[in-house]
């Protein structure tokens, strides 16, 4: 089992940044891969970015040279760094890990979400 827990979310202006943290606890945290998604009202959940156990990163397009996502291992956290941020990505963010090292499938633990709110 792995328990998830999301912060940094908030408020900001359109071009503003934000830096999202999750920590993770329950089990080795350098075992399994991990990943931020974004949820929109009326929107389906969407892949963010993700990252394996050994550092291997992949960023959804609209999100690609304005966030970045890292992770350190010593923590048990992942952050999403957020620069340039517009009013659509508005959306709750969502922390996840899978049950592999490596990205296979859907994750299979959820952290509670995080609101962030870009205003124009």
């Known amino acids: 089992q792995v328990q998830l827990v999301e912060s940094g979310g908030g408020l900001v202006q359109a071009g503003g940044s934000l830096r999202l943290s999750c920590v993770a606890s329950?089990?080795?945290?350098?075992?399994?891969?991990m990943g931020w998604f974004r949820q929109a009202p009326g929107k389906q959940r969407e892949l963010v970015a993700r990252?394996?156990?050994?550092?291997?990163?992949n960023h959804a397009d609209s999100v690609k040279g304005r966030f970045t996502i890292s992770r350190d291992n010593a923590k048990n956290m992942i952050y999403l760094e957020m620069n340039s941020l517009k009013p659509e990505d508005t959306a709750v963010y969502y922390c996840?890990?899978?049950?592999?090292?490596?990205?296979?499938?859907?994750?299979?633990?959820w952290g509670q979400g995080t609101q962030v709110t870009v205003s124009s």
């Open positions: 329950g089990r080795p945290f350098s075992s399994y891969a």
């Open positions: 990252i394996s156990s050994a550092g291997g990163i």
């Open positions: 996840a890990a899978y049950s592999t090292p490596y990205v296979a499938g859907n994750p299979r633990y």
